[in-house]
């Protein structure tokens, strides 16, 4: 497995040898089978990687970027679904850690014992009104490796609210790839008692480590994708030599690392920008998607065959792509760049 970003020092590679023997000695496809999810997660929560890069003020480990970078992709490579749970436990302590009220979440969190899903409030699949003092509507879509998350959202710049897991009914759902991420649309109606009321919080850079850390997912994708296709082309032979001699072959692995190398450097930028962020991660998503779609042709019409890699490669970067809602975040980043606010935002109840 090969490490396409800066040097790393030697924590660091003790950290990839040890996810990289992780995902070895596990050997598992990720389905949505709660059993199997649950024991991935607590396994990594008991290695100290489930809240690796969370402040230490706030019960994580609180590593740096690069060593936090390192563990997403590890796990981008291996169950991006896991990845994807795992940043928004990130985002969700950083907004939440600091109120006393969600100290027991916050525990639960570390042990991977709970679980939040990270929404947005002004995406379009977001549909939450008060009515009176209770709050109803729809979330379209969560992927928090949990059949019954709390639910955060992220409201405004600087505000948030975070509904118990007993005011949410969860229905699951069909999609092409992102096996364990037990994907589910939430109803919500909760009660003035289920839901706290977060003012004052970072909501911006909580979306900032969201994209960044999805970015940091697609990235660790993209880089399993050329992996397997160069492994492949080197060991399947045609006309007395192996694929690899071909200069038409070789261009194309080349570009497929070069592409997955670029994912990887976008996302490391520190991104505490929400544009800049969100940059990172619409590059670092359509490339993953473009590396695995190159990575499936290189293996010719073995590619669609559930026994390599590839095909379920390519599934997993279109469906993080869609559990990370681009569209409704490059709709709030427009308004951001021209200057207006949020409008109509959870956070009027307030009288």
């Known amino acids: 497995m090969t490490w396409r970003g800066p040097t790393l020092d030697a924590d660091q590679l003790d950290l990839l040898s040890m996810l990289q023997s992780l995902a070895g000695d596990r050997d598992v496809t990720l389905t949505d089978t709660p059993d199997v999810v649950r024991g991935l997660v607590s396994t990594l929560a008991e290695l100290g990687v489930w809240t690796l890069g969370v402040e230490e003020s706030y019960g994580g480990g609180g ?65 939450l009104a008060w009515d009176g003092d209770i709050l109803r509507g729809t979330v379209d879509r969560v992927d928090a490796a949990a059949e019954e998350p709390h639910l955060l959202v992220l409201d405004g710049p600087d505000a948030a609210l975070l509904v118990q897991r007993s005011a949410l009914t969860m229905t699951a759902l069909r999609r092409s790839g992102l096996g364990g991420a037990l994907t589910r649309s939430a109803r919500v109606d909760a009660g003035s008692g289920d839901v706290v009321e977060l003012r004052g919080v970072d909501a911006d850079r909580a979306r900032a480590r969201l994209h960044r850390g999805a970015a940091l997912v697609a990235a ?104 990370i809602d681009l569209h409704g975040a490059a709709v709030r980043a427009a308004r951001l760049l021209v200057g207006r606010p949020d409008t109509d935002t959870l956070h009027r109840k307030a009288s």
């Open 63 to 127: 590593a740096d970027a690069v060593t936090t970078a390192v563990a997403w992709t590890q796990l981008g490579r291996s169950w991006p679904a896991l990845g994807w749970a795992s940043v928004q436990a990130h985002a969700a302590v950083a907004v939440v850690g600091p109120d006393a009220r969600c100290a027991q979440l916050v525990g639960a969190l570390h042990l991977g014992a709970a679980a939040v899903a990270v929404v947005d409030a002004s995406s379009p699949h977001v549909r």
């Open 220 to 323: 660790g994708i993209a880089s399993a994708a050329v992996d397997a296709a160069t492994a492949y082309s080197a060991d399947r032979h045609q006309f007395g030599d192996a694929l690899t001699a071909l200069p038409t072959v070789r261009q194309s692995l080349l570009e497929q690392a070069a592409g997955a190398s670029v994912a990887l450097t976008a996302a490391l930028d520190p991104l505490t920008d929400p544009i800049r962020a969100l940059a990172a991660a619409r590059e670092a998503c359509d490339g993953a998607v473009e590396v695995a779609a190159a990575a499936l042709q290189s293996h010719g019409g073995y590619g669609y065959l559930t026994e390599y890699p590839p095909e379920r490669l390519l599934r997993d970067a279109v469906s993080l792509r869609a559990a």
